[in-house]
């Protein structure tokens, strides 16, 4: 169980591999980087208009967090979600399958307790 555990922790929803990827493709292959010029318009080439580094901060925090809503919201459709169950519940089942019961806190005063008695036979 505490290999599971371990495991279990490890886990994240939002890949960042793919995310960088993913980021790399629409800032440079889609020209989203050149939107941080002084150009009034939203350019996708580039023009003599410098780039503004603030502003080059802020789409690129924008980018990464819509890369980061929709790999979320994926995983979460009904359809993913019943073929790809998530970790967490997998490590419930295995729970409940073995009969532990466990507590686990994720701060001073405040946790979870899993009980392993499965309702079946």
């Known amino acids: 169980m505490c290999n599971e555990l371990n495991e279990l922790q490890n886990c994240k929803v939002?890949?960042?591999?793919?995310?960088?990827?993913?980021?790399?493709?629409?800032m440079i292959g889609f020209g989203v980087e050149y939107w941080t010029s002084h150009s009034p318009n939203l350019e996708t080439e580039f023009y003599d208009s410098p780039l503004n580094n603030l502003l080059f901060f802020f789409v690129?925090?924008?980018?990464?967090?819509?890369?980061?809503?929709?790999?979320?919201?994926i995983r979460y459709l009904p359809f993913v979600y019943s073929k790809l169950p998530m970790?967490?519940?997998?490590?419930?089942?295995?729970?409940?399958?073995?009969?532990?019961?466990?507590?686990?806190f994720d701060e001073s005063f405040h946790g979870y307790y899993i009980h392993g008695r499965s309702p079946y036979g």
């Open 60 to 73: 690129t925090t924008l980018v990464i967090y819509i890369i980061g809503i929709v790999q979320y919201v």
């Open 87 to 104: 970790k967490h519940l997998e490590f419930i089942d295995l729970c409940s399958m073995t009969n532990i019961s466990m507590m686990i």
């Open 14 to 26: 939002i890949n960042p591999n793919f995310t960088l990827l993913l980021y790399a493709v629409v």
